[in-house]
């Protein structure tokens, strides 16, 4: 409850201009009201003017009457009781909305090569730092969905399993390095064999896999064919991408510390029958540029439908202005027949 409402009915709070700023207007046609008061008080002295009075003191002496300045004291109460007639029609309110989002989500298994060949600097600065930052960007555009992460070399382990804390999973992306692994080459198919074994229980409805690897599979004891299959029996679909350029790429420095080439040449020919075993989709990419669109490409498609409720509570305050707007008006209606309006009358 508003700090305000807590302070009762008499509260001076009521006045505060910053409050009175912070309230949502359920009828706000009716401020323009506001606007009529200077006309209303100019009807009321044009009809004041037909009725004569004898005054007991003469009006070049009012000046110096010390209690002259009562007189004005009925207008000022009339207007003070318009005001908060009006603001109470206006019905002032605060709400407090809240709102619970959820979805079903999707499982994703996140599947990155760290041999030594991720080392070459034709991506910036590396082809596995690349693959880290544009990971960590896609994310942090999920809502909800579990995703998890596997790393392969020569040998293949499960770096996380499927979490909803990206905070640690992006810690874990973090600490991905190239001694992660001692042993060389590339073991596609035990990489998909662990992420498939991480998900199998899984009852996501959507389970995708997004293998990135520059190489062809020349290590673990499964070849990526079969693991596929066995990927695709347990309803995952996998998103490959070949990460790297064909020809010469450099690859550290030389003697004299001037960027040394290498030659490089990738087999997609795996990968593009590992995506299409299990009905997902082959992606190259030659930069950096074109590894994000990849990622963003994945993204779109994979979109898990986000639900909302919406509670909103809504408070009213037109009875205190009431209130205030009734004793103002009641105060000035007893000020016509006392001392203060005849102040200055016989």
Do not use: H
Request: net charge neutral.
């Amino acid at each position: 409850m508003e700090k305000s409402n807590l302070e009762g009915w008499f509260s001076l709070e009521w006045f505060n201009i910053y409050n009175l700023l912070e309230y949502e207007w359920y009828n706000q046609n009716i401020l323009f009201l506001l606007l009529l008061i200077p006309f209303i008080l100019v009807f009321k002295k044009i009809i004041s003017k037909n009725v004569t009075f004898e005054v007991s003191i003469p009006k070049k002496e009012l000046s110096n009457f010390k209690y002259s300045f009562l007189r004005f004291i009925p207008n000022l109460l009339f207007i003070i009781s318009l005001i908060l007639l009006i603001i109470s029609l206006s019905r002032p309110q605060k709400s407090n909305e809240r709102i619970e989002r959820w979805s079903e989500g999707i499982d994703i298994m996140l599947v990155i090569d760290i041999s030594e060949s991720m080392q070459i600097e034709d991506f910036t600065p590396n082809r596995l730092e690349s693959a880290k930052s544009v990971a960590k960007d896609f994310i942090d555009g999920r809502f909800q969905d579990r995703i998890g992460l596997v790393v392969f070399s020569g040998e293949s382990y499960s770096r996380c399993p499927l979490t909803s804390d990206y905070s640690l999973l992006k810690k874990y992306i973090d600490e991905i390095n190239f001694d992660l692994i001692s042993s060389r080459g590339t073991a596609i198919g035990s990489a998909i064999a662990i992420a498939t074994n991480r998900m199998r229980e899984s009852i996501s409805k959507t389970k995708i896999l997004i293998l990135l690897s520059d190489g062809d599979n020349t290590a673990g004891n499964i070849d990526p064919k079969t693991a596929s299959e066995i990927a695709k029996a347990y309803g995952i679909k996998i998103y490959s991408i070949a990460i790297g350029k064909n020809g010469k790429v450099p690859f550290g420095k030389d003697y004299f510390g001037r960027p040394r080439y290498v030659e490089n040449s990738l087999d997609e020919k795996n990968l593009r029958d590992i995506a299409k075993t299990t009905d997902g989709k082959f992606y190259r990419a030659s930069n950096n540029s074109s590894l994000e669109n990849i990622f963003n490409e994945i993204d779109e498609f994979e979109k898990s439908e986000i639900k909302e409720n919406r509670y909103k509570n809504t408070v009213d305050f037109y009875q205190y202005y009431l209130l205030w707007g009734i004793i103002f008006l009641l105060t000035f209606i007893l000020s016509k027949s006392t001392f203060v309006n005849n102040i200055l009358k016989d």
